[in-house]
């Protein structure tokens, strides 16, 4: 069975501090894929990374930054410097490669950086 | 840059009436999905589609619902009787290949009275 756990689920910071949210996972597959998600408060569901299991390399997009940990069973999301438009709720999400590959979310990480 | 569309963005309905949200994925995409969000909880799963058939589904999608690809555009997923329980956030998804990325339309807010 796939699982994903965000145990964070709500994180208040003040503009321009950094902040890490946590994502575990379980899946029994040597082969899967990670997701991140950003849900701002309109609503939609925005695309932010994907990661396969074969490849452990850290990422870095800008102020995002993305810790893949294998033996941890962790995929780690990063915020430097966060601004009060990075308030939203982030979703964790597994996918393995068998079937037609729906995706197991975790409960979200709300996210709020006031000013 | 394509993206997935989702029509009404918010309806409301009374319970045990029939509704169908509307999707129209991106063009080159050849599996659809949907998913439900009620307030506040978490992303799930609801129906795959591809090749003009139900590929999985989750025991959420029981059979009052159902989905369609009508023509070469639209993907629809229809709620034969709602209930109070159906109320919540439906997403639309697709991707172009199996293993492919997932990208996500801006959701219909569903309001069952």
């Known amino acids: 069975a796939q699982k994903v756990t965000q145990a964070q689920t709500e994180i208040s910071v003040v503009e321009k501090e950094d902040v890490t949210l946590d994502c575990v996972y379980e899946t029994r597959d040597t082969t899967y894929y990670l997701f991140w998600y950003k849900q701002p408060p309109s609503g939609e569901l925005v695309f932010l990374i994907r990661?396969?299991?074969?490849?452990?390399q850290n990422e870095i997009s800008g102020r995002y930054s993305w810790n893949f940990q294998k033996s941890t069973s962790s995929f780690n999301f990063t915020i430097t410097a966060s601004q009060v438009v990075d308030s939203a709720v982030y979703f964790c999400?597994?996918?393995?490669?068998?079937?037609?590959?729906?995706?197991?979310f975790g409960t979200g990480t709300r996210l709020l950086v006031s000013p | 840059e394509p993206e997935v569309t989702q029509t009404p963005s918010h309806q409301v309905t009374q319970m045990g009436q029939e509704v169908i949200l509307r999707c129209v994925p991106i063009?080159?995409?050849?599996?659809f999905y949907w998913y439900r969000q009620i307030l506040g909880q978490k992303v799930e799963f609801l129906v795959s589609?591809?090749?003009?058939?139900?590929?999985?589904k989750s025991e959420i999608f029981d059979d009052q619902f159902s989905v369609e690809r009508p023509d070469g555009s639209n993907f629809t997923l229809k709620i034969r009787s709602t209930k109070l329980e159906d109320s919540a956030m439906y997403f639309c998804?697709?991707?172009?290949?199996?293993?492919?990325?997932?990208?996500f339309g801006p959701g219909t807010r569903l309001t069952v009275l």
């Open positions: 589609f591809y090749n003009n058939e139900i590929s999985e």
């Open positions: 990661r396969n299991s074969f490849d452990e």
């Open positions: 998804a697709s991707t172009q290949g199996s293993t492919d990325t997932q990208y």
């Open positions: 999400a597994l996918r393995n490669p068998s079937g037609f590959q729906k995706l197991v």
């Open positions: 063009s080159n995409h050849l599996y």
